[in-house]
């Protein structure tokens, strides 16, 4: 049988590693994480649940896979017949299906609100900024809007890019996901991308907190939720305890972890309603909300 890849494309940010884990919870399937690290960054390659002590991600195993052999050594490895690589980056997906022409891929592409997508980008990036002095200062609020405005314009351009991109078109077209339809319904909004890979929605998948995983790379918040059910939740306490309200956001994950699949609405802490107003007159913006078919306005 044909192997199969789902691949997920977007940004950072859009919720590829929550969708790694609940489309890697389906029987059939393996949620490889950000695929493209163990060929061109290995020294960043590692599963983000075990770090260094993975069944599937030793060391020697990275060592050895390269786009040739990639999809069908982790195939082998889990018995899955369907790939989840959400490498994200439209550069490894071009390599990766120029070259390999006997994988069936599934592009899609996981998009977000781009209110709620600045946001995450202000939180994770912008306010981590060392050099940056405190998150109310007057500097610090005038650099922000500058901030959100320039990755309005690198997420416009990276979708541009997905979507037009020539070497997807033989895979039929790019799908695009919104986060707050696979968090509403799950079943409904994944269901397009499953078929392509010909397989159904399984109840399992909501449970994907109780699988096991081994994603490389990733998301903190994400895997912080994983990391707090199982035998890592002694480590994952002592990060968020450790952690500085300043300047991470993990006190901010734990909180929200039991709710499982939720819509990130962080935008209403890490924004405020004049920066908001700013964000909403930039025509980069309307025009990512036309693309999407997202509202201007999230009431
Ligand atoms: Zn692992």
Partial sequence: MELKVIAVLGRSYCGSSILNLVLGS???????????RTVMRPDKAYCAICRGHCS?????????????????????????????????????????MNARTN???????LVKHPLRH??????????????LPHRDAPETRQRLLSFANEQLRKTLQAYTRILDNPTFQPHGPVRILAYESFVADPDSA???TLNAAGLEFEPRML????????????????????RLQGKFEKQARHWIEHSN???????????????????DDKFRETLREEEVSAILAQVDYQRLC?????QEKIV
């Fill in 26 to 36: 389906h029987s059939c399937t393996f949620g490889a994480g950000e695929l493209y």
């Fill in 56 to 96: 599937v991600w030793t060391p020697d195993t990275i060592q050895r896979l390269n786009l040739d052999n990639v999809y069908e050594t982790l195939a082998k490895r889990t018995g899955a017949d369907t790939i989840i690589d959400s490498s994200k980056v439209p550069g490894w997906f071009s390599k990766a």
């Fill in 103 to 109: 994988v069936e891929f599934i592009p899609t592409l």
């Fill in 118 to 131: 600045i946001s995450s980008f202000v939180a994770n990036q912008f306010f981590r900024d060392e050099s």
């Fill in 190 to 192: 994944l269901k397009p």
């Fill in 207 to 226: 449970e994907y907190l109780k699988q096991e995983h081994h994603p490389v790379g990733g998301n903190t918040g994400a895997h912080l939720q994983l």
């Fill in 245 to 263: 309200p300043d300047r991470s956001w993990r006190r901010y994950y734990a909180g929200t972890a039991a709710a499982g699949l939720n819509i």
């Fill in 290 to 294: 036309a693309m999407l078919g997202y």
